[in-house]
């Protein structure tokens, strides 16, 4: 018998790359152009400098930092050290990022330029090491020597992710590197990522590793292509500049679709990849006929991101494009790496395939976390006989195919018939003058509740309440037409998701 084995890491993409990649552009990221030789070489100086720092295998190390080189950097950097990457949330408050820091044990924290005076008065007041992008960086890389401490346990803690804390504190996520090395595998084989690839960042890379991208466009030698905010008119420059794919929310997928900057739309096709709540088919046809092609994935913070992708069969191209349109809204099946989902009524039971019976989808595999860090009353509360409980309503389609119907929480209940807040927003998105809505349900002394609808109008568009309603019901039922409509601005996580919390304690203001 041949001994033969390696744990499963994302450094070993890192090592793919800078061997069989090493003159090709890795990064861009403003006027910092690097090669993979390059860029592995700065990765394993930046985990001499941490141990020089006084990190050991274990620890834990903060990133505060724009999607850039330094956080490309760090997100093997930290792995090559042994360490713990801790990504943190940018757009979070002081006191939310002091919260983080502090639960998760962190011990030093890198940042970007952006960044630098927040992330000092955190080190200064919790007494943290610190590496800032610019001169100590730089000066912290050249001293450095090259330095790397084997993975032996790839199930081993990689990283803890913080979810967007909706609804309470965050829970830290925990992930381990087998599930980073194979969710990175699904996702180049899914976008079909290759050397040519460029990657436009418009996806946070805080957010459950950029859904593994940092790792995935690495292993497939691809040039990452940095994005430090969300600017429409450069997003568009970029994408008539080469770029080939970019993974977004469908709410930053309709400001680009909005932008003035789109025109006629790209010169080329462009891979879209989605997730994080459902696109309208409204939504996907505009996308389609601006040249960008947007593959549907599901996921979440505790799946390692895109957990399930809405696969495309080539014997539906023969569909017409509402057809299309449709079926690329669903969530689609188990990723390439990731075990057939379930979806169970409330005894456990797999509801029908029929696309009809509604149960709340469960999740098993390599890349469902370890846990909740620190917090095993939720980590129990979430598991169902070792399947992860998602807290979402599906069906299931006769052809294996998961579709969303809505929450849990957001189901809303009038008169004893449920409502599904998903199929009423996908109503109202087909109104032309819609840009996007969120539904959510409104105590009712006679109906117990009722729903209310939130909308944000496309630029110069106009439309009345009265239009609206009519317009959904010619397409649902009428106790499902919303009650109430306002217009205006749709509050967001910083993530890109609807706040529909918020939206409930405004439910009550009158429509205009």
């Known amino acids: 018998?041949?001994?033969?084995?390696?744990?499963?890491?994302?450094?070993?993409?890192?090592?793919?790359?800078?061997?069989?990649?090493?003159?090709?552009?890795?990064?861009?990221?403003?006027?910092?152009?690097?090669?993979?030789?390059?860029?592995?070489?700065?990765?394993?100086?930046?985990?001499g400098a941490l141990i020089e720092a006084g990190i050991r295998p274990g620890d834990r190390v903060g990133a505060l930092c724009s999607n850039s080189h330094v956080m490309l950097e760090v997100h093997f950097g930290a792995l090559l050290a042994g360490a713990v990457l801790v990504p943190m949330n940018t757009r979070l408050a002081g006191a939310e990022l002091a919260y983080v820091l502090k639960h998760s044990g962190a011990r030093l924290l890198v940042t970007t330029s952006e960044f630098a005076a927040a992330g000092a008065a955190l080190a200064d007041s919790l007494e943290l090491g610190m590496l800032a992008e610019g001169e100590a960086y730089e000066h912290a890389l050249t001293q450095a020597e090259p330095r790397r401490v084997e993975t032996t346990d790839e199930r081993a803690l990689m990283s803890i992710n913080y979810t967007s804390g909706t609804t309470g504190r965050s829970k830290g996520v925990m992930y381990h590197h087998r599930g980073a090395?194979?969710?990175?595998?699904?996702?180049?084989?899914?976008?079909?990522l290759q050397p040519g690839t460029k990657y436009l960042w418009t996806l946070?890379?805080?957010?459950?590793?950029?859904?593994?991208?940092?790792?995935?466009?690495?292993?497939?030698?691809?040039t990452h292509v940095c994005l430090r905010s969300i600017d429409l008119a450069r997003i568009w420059e970029e994408i008539r500049g080469g770029a080939t794919h970019f993974s977004a929310a469908p709410t930053v997928l309709t400001m680009i679709a909005d932008h003035a900057a789109a025109g006629a739309g790209a010169p080329h096709p462009v891979a879209v990849t989605t997730g994080g709540a459902p696109p309208t088919p409204t939504l996907l046809e505009r996308m389609a006929a601006l040249n960008l092609h947007v593959t549907h994935a599901y996921g979440l913070t505790e799946t390692f991101g895109p957990v399930m992708v809405n696969q495309w069969q080539p014997e539906w191209d023969e569909r017409s494009a509402g057809e299309r349109a449709s079926m690329t809204a669903r969530q689609g099946i188990a990723n390439l790496i990731a075990r057939p989902p379930r979806v169970v009524d409330a005894e456990g039971r797999d509801v029908a395939d029929d696309g009809i019976e509604v149960g709340e989808l469960l999740i098993r595999g390599n890349d469902v976390m370890l846990g909740y860090y620190r917090d095993e009353e939720s980590t129990r509360a979430a598991s169902h006989e070792g399947w992860f409980r998602t807290g979402d309503l599906a069906v299931m389609h006769p052809d294996g195919y998961?579709?969303?119907?809505?929450?849990?929480?957001?189901?809303?209940?009038?008169?004893?018939?449920?409502i599904a807040s998903v199929e009423v927003e996908r109503a109202l998105d087909s109104h032309p003058a819609v840009s996007e809505s969120a539904v959510v349900g409104r105590a009712d002394d006679h109906w117990g509740q009722v729903p209310v609808a939130f909308v944000n109008l496309r630029p110069g568009a106009e439309?009345?309440?009265?239009?609206?309603?009519?317009?959904?019901?010619?397409?649902?039922?009428?106790?499902?037409?919303?009650?109430?409509?306002?217009?205006?601005?749709?509050?967001?996580?910083?993530?890109?998701?609807?706040?529909?919390?918020?939206l409930r304690t405004s439910g009550g203001k009158d429509a205009r």
Request: with cysteine; aromatic share 8%; net charge neutral.
């Open 204 to 222: 946070p890379m805080f957010h459950c590793h950029g859904w593994s991208f940092p790792f995935a466009v690495t292993g497939a030698g691809g």
């Open 402 to 418: 998961v579709e969303i119907r809505d929450r849990l929480k957001d189901v809303i209940i009038s008169g004893g018939e449920n």
């Open 1 to 47: 018998m041949i001994e033969s084995y390696a744990s499963l890491t994302p450094v070993l993409l890192l090592d793919r790359a800078a061997q069989s990649f090493a003159e090709r552009t890795a990064v861009v990221d403003g006027d910092v152009v690097l090669t993979y030789r390059e860029f592995a070489a700065r990765c394993e100086r930046l985990s």
């Open 463 to 502: 439309v009345t309440v009265g239009e609206l309603q009519d317009h959904v019901r010619t397409q649902l039922a009428r106790y499902k037409v919303p009650k109430v409509i306002h217009f205006g601005e749709l509050p967001k996580t910083t993530t890109g998701k609807v706040q529909k919390n918020v």
């Open 181 to 192: 090395f194979l969710q990175s595998v699904a996702m180049a084989y899914h976008t079909a």
